[in-house]
């Protein structure tokens, strides 16, 4: 399974994560597919930069965010744009099969 999570980075005091997709059976740090981004909970506000393309793109492939990553990803608003992405697919997936309900119920008629 593909997951996104959080890898650490910088020294003992002073630790960043970058945010990465990569096969959960891996280590914590170790090989990464991609970047999405890093988050630096030590600055004033916290620091958080986060490509959301990348980000949409894996979640649309099914890399499932760790509880940390979901987040993160909450306050960055991909989350809801994702839902809203999501829920306009379904929609017209729903619209094509009534048509397609409404053809066949036609075909049946005649």
């Given at each position: 399974m593909v997951?996104?999570?959080l890898r650490r980075m910088g020294t003992i005091?002073?630790?960043?994560?970058?945010?990465?997709?990569l096969d959960s059976r891996k280590k914590r740090?170790?090989?990464?597919?991609?970047?999405?981004?890093?988050y630096?909970?030590?600055?004033?506000p916290?620091?958080?930069?986060?490509?959301?393309?990348k980000a949409i793109k894996w979640l649309k492939v099914g890399a499932q965010p760790s509880q940390t990553v979901r987040s993160l990803?909450?306050?960055a608003g991909i989350i809801e744009k994702w839902h809203y992405i999501r829920n306009k697919v379904e929609e017209k997936?729903?619209?094509?099969?009534?048509?397609?309900k409404e053809v066949e119920e036609e075909e049946k008629t005649e």
């Open positions: 997951t996104m999570r005091d002073k630790p960043f994560y970058r945010i990465v997709v740090d170790g090989k990464y597919i991609e970047s999405l981004g890093y630096d909970p030590k600055t004033e916290f620091t958080l930069k986060i490509d959301t393309d990803f909450k306050k997936v729903e619209e094509e099969k009534e048509e397609v």
